[in-house]
């Protein structure tokens, strides 16, 4: 809803202080949040006069945005593994031609510690014509603008209510290198008019926007006596006669304060 006027006649007189209340049915708000600012003026039916005015901070209605179906995805979600990263965005209200998506990466403890500089992104679940480009690229704030045809119009639906985009992040995205749930990441669908965004829907996903990784693989581990007495009953001394050599190739880097646990 963009502006509309609507006039009321009164079939009797209303005395001064009264209270009116008009019903106004079958309204359809805007697709995106904004403040709807309402104006209100009584006068005279056979002149132009005007009898009252609604001040400007009066009968202001503040849209509040929708949610989204999301859900997150990778190629492996062992800690600190290296992939491609996937989303699926499914709007409970329609994102129109030129609309964007917003996706903030989780960053410091227990996200992402940086990603590509030239990003790239891919996606399916777009009508015909349309395509997914990067608008903005700024760790941790990526903005997707879906865009149609050449010869489309701002009104069409670039992705429909209900329906599911997917998302495809790349080239070679690592993941946090501790097992765990990562930090949250942050949705939502947005409108651009001139230099002002507006939300439509925010991500709502279920168990939490977040990747649950699981630990990385200690590789070639090697467990060796120093010296030859591996006989049953041989007991290793405290003299360093006789000692185990363990070693192996770490997945991940360990950082100050981290340990290693023998069992």
């Known amino acids: 809803l963009r502006s509309f006027q609507a006039c009321y006649v009164a079939k009797t007189a209303i005395a001064q202080h009264s209270i009116v209340t008009l019903t106004i049915s079958r309204l359809i708000n805007s697709g995106y949040t904004l403040a709807q600012t309402w104006k209100l003026v009584s006068g005279l039916k056979l002149s132009p006069s005007v009898i009252d005015v609604s001040s400007d901070t009066d009968g202001i209605l503040q849209l509040q945005p929708g949610t989204a179906n999301v859900s997150f995805s990778a190629d492996s979600l062992l800690a600190g593994s290296v992939g491609n990263l996937y989303m699926s965005f499914s709007p409970q209200t329609a994102v129109t031609n030129g609309g964007m998506l917003e996706i903030v990466f989780p960053s410091g403890d227990g996200g992402f510690s940086s990603l590509p500089s030239s990003l ?3 996606a399916s679940g777009l009508p015909t014509g349309y395509s997914a480009m990067v608008q903005s690229w700024q760790f941790p704030v990526l903005r997707v603008v879906l865009r149609g045809p050449a010869n489309s119009s701002a009104a069409e639906v ?3 209510a209900g329906s599911t985009l997917r998302l495809t992040f790349g080239p070679s ?7 765990g749930a990562m ?3 942050s949705i939502r669908s947005l409108l ?19 990747l649950t990784l699981v630990p990385n693989t200690l590789r070639t581990v090697s467990v060796t006596a ?11 001394d405290t003299v360093g006669r006789n000692s185990l ?10 950082p100050p304060g981290g ?3 023998i069992a």
Not at 173 to 179: H, T, V, Y
Not at 192 to 210: H, L, N, R
Not at 226 to 236: C, D, F, Q, T
Not at 246 to 254: C, L, Q
């Open 245 to 254: 050599n363990i070693s192996f190739v770490m997945a991940n880097a360990v």
């Open 259 to 261: 340990y290693f646990a």
């Open 192 to 210: 651009a008019q001139s230099d002002q965004t507006f939300s439509i829907d925010i991500g709502v996903c279920t168990g939490g926007c977040q």
């Open 120 to 122: 790239v992104v891919s």
């Open 226 to 236: 120093a010296l030859s007495y591996v006989r049953a009953g041989v007991s290793l």
């Open 183 to 185: 930090a949250t990441f």
């Open 158 to 160: 670039a992705l429909a």
């Open 173 to 179: 995205i690592q993941l946090a290198a501790r097992s």
